[in-house]
């Protein structure tokens, strides 16, 4: 049985910081492109940050360029997201999400359609208050 499951959420004060876990489980974890996104109330999913399988490439939304920070840990199946200098436009659930690393499709464009990932997680609700 595939499992992404997120935590670290909760509510923070803007200005704050949060680091959100995901432990993954029941598929070879370092063959995936791991993702975090988001969704906002009324607004569609979108790409926060991305890493490439062995950690070598990270990216960034420009809403959070400079603020997050994406890691992931092959030996234990984890994939953080630091968060610091939260906002209250950070206010969401987030996901993590997992997707299948191709030779062919490479990291020669953006990880960040929704549709390219073939696992998620439960999401975690991040409330930034001001």
């Known amino acids: 049985q595939v499992l992404l499951v997120e935590s670290g959420g909760g509510l923070v004060q803007a200005g704050g910081s949060l680091r959100l876990s995901c432990a993954a489980s029941g598929f070879t974890f370092d063959n995936y492109v791991m993702g975090w996104f988001r969704q906002a109330p009324g607004k569609e999913r979108e790409s926060i940050a991305t890493?490439?399988?062995?950690?070598?490439?990270?990216s960034y939304a420009g809403s959070v360029k400079g603020r997050c920070s994406i890691s992931r840990d092959n030996a234990n199946n984890t994939v953080s997201l630091q968060m610091n200098s939260l906002k209250p436009e950070d206010t969401a659930i987030y996901y993590c999400?997992?997707?299948?690393?191709?030779?062919?499709?490479?990291?020669?464009?953006?990880?960040?359609?929704?549709?390219?990932?073939?696992?998620w997680g439960q999401g975690t609700q991040v409330i930034v208050s001001s």
């Open positions: 999400a997992a997707a299948y690393y191709s030779r062919t499709r490479g990291y020669s464009g953006a990880w960040t359609s929704n549709l390219e990932y073939n696992y």
């Open positions: 890493i490439s399988r062995l950690s070598r490439y990270t």
